[in-house]
């Protein structure tokens, strides 16, 4: 059973992350098309903003690992 | 002459990283009944492994039942009589059964943490010697070593520091934030070590790493940012009731997703090419041993490749640490003026007439 609810939470944190940094990264390249002068500034603040869903998504994972290893069982 | 030290090079590359695979047949062959220990190659261990896979037992030191021991390794500790393997790997009391209270052992883990914090400091003081001597000063930087020092430092102090905290105050908190990226960075590289161990893929080393950038962020905070803690300026009295409790849970959700996130990260990388190069061993089983060499091959290249992104994840992650890092401190040691909406309407004016 919690290999099973490993399995699917892990589907669903790949899906939810691959959709934000995905959102991320049009919008930024949208912008530095528009304006390439301000393509650094672009980039550190779409790191920025990847990185806070990669550590929401990255606790998921670890929540996963941990339905699936049996720890505190 | 360049030859000759690329050549040697090359052989102590291929030595380094395929000597333990080649020696691995006549390893001791453990209890152990799974071909490869996927956890074992992520966890902390009491020994710490070397080149051909000899392995090296660290000493023991843990307060237990209130008496300190000391011993040369887990062996002796057991030798002692004293103590006996528990069920989960671990020593624990012999007559209590009871595990170590308070475990001071030096582990695998704290030695690479050691290393990567010996060789920050040597590049550090070789760097600045050089400095003190005028060359990079005077002349142009000289050396592989004092190039990529200044290349990172100047990385960290512009693209870092500048850039995320007030300009009158960031300089105070460069060398912290040069020793952190340092640090992580080789703990980090040191997980691509095929025997080796990420220290950061310990919680322990990460959750360190991150009380010490809150202990820095909170100590440097001005009154600005404990006003915006405990009374945020600018919202009604009833606002505050849910938003106090909020911010200040906030301060202590940031370093823990500062930790969770190096830890998981590092902790992934080694796991999933453990568990790649694991599908040699569930092929064969599987279809035989024809097919299941022959997809190695694929499973190699697969590997090879996921080398390369945990080696630029290896610095990603240090320069993501350190980024963060920057902007929690620039965050709590800014002094806002109130009216900054104001000035900013201002400074678009003036730019507008500019370009005009």
């Known amino acids: 059973m919690s290999f099973i609810a490993a399995g699917f939470g892990a589907g669903i944190i790949a899906l939810a992350a691959a959709f934000g940094i995905g959102m991320i990264g049009k919008s930024s390249v949208e912008s530095i098309a528009r304006q390439p002068e301000a393509a650094g500034d672009i980039r550190g ?25 049996g720890i505190g069982q | 002459m360049i030859y000759v030290v690329r050549r040697a090079l090359a052989t102590l590359f291929f030595l380094i990283v395929f000597g333990p695979v080649l020696l691995a047949s006549n390893a001791d062959t453990e209890q152990n009944s799974a071909p490869i220990d996927v956890m074992g190659k992520v966890t902390d261990h009491d020994y710490f492994e070397l080149i051909f896979g000899a392995k090296v037992y660290l000493p023991r030191m843990f307060y237990s039942g209130g008496e300190w021991y000391f011993f040369r390794d887990t062996y002796s500790a057991l030798d002692s009589g004293e103590f006996v393997r528990g069920e989960e790997g671990g020593i624990v009391r012999a007559d209590t059964g009871e595990s170590i209270a308070f ?36 002349s142009e930087p000289k050396g592989a070593l004092l190039n990529i020092f200044e290349t990172l430092f100047v990385f960290i102090r512009d693209q870092i520091a500048k850039e995320f905290m007030p300009k009158d105050k960031y300089e105070k908190f460069v060398p912290f934030l040069f020793t952190i990226f340092m640090c992580i960075a080789f703990m ?43 009374v945020f300026p600018g919202v009604p009295k009833w606002a505050l009731i849910i938003l106090t409790p909020v911010e200040i849970l906030g301060l ?6 500062l930790a969770i996130r190096l830890f998981a990260n590092m902790l992934s990388g080694k796991i999933m090419i453990v568990c790649i190069l694991g599908l040699i061993f569930v092929f064969t089983e599987l279809f035989g041993a024809a097919i299941g060499v022959t997809s190695g091959v694929f499973w190699v290249l697969l590997t090879v490749a996921l080398y390369f992104l945990k080696a630029l994840v290896a610095l990603i992650q240090a320069y993501v640490f350190t980024l963060l890092s920057s902007v929690f401190i620039g965050m709590a040691i800014e002094e806002h003026n109130h009216d900054h909406e104001d000035s900013s309407v201002a400074n678009a004016k003036d730019v507008a007439l500019q370009n005009h």
């Open chain 2, 103 to 138: 475990d001071l052992s030096i582990t695998s883990h704290l030695i690479y943490l050691w290393l990567s914090l010996i060789l920050t400091v040597f590049i550090t003081f070789m760097a600045g010697r050089k400095y003190k001597k005028g060359i990079g000063r005077d």
């Open chain 2, 252 to 257: 202590f959700t940031k370093p823990f997703a």
């Open chain 2, 188 to 230: 980090n590289l040191f997980g691509l070590l095929p025997w080796a161990a990420a220290a950061t893929a310990n919680l322990t080393v990460t959750a360190t790493l991150a009380i010490i950038t809150f202990l820095v962020t909170q100590l440097n905070g001005t009154k600005d940012h404990w006003k915006h803690v405990f």
């Open chain 1, 45 to 69: 603040a779409m790191l920025l903003t990847a990185v806070f869903i990669e550590g929401v998504a990255l606790i998921g994972a670890i929540v996963c690992i941990i339905l699936a290893l």
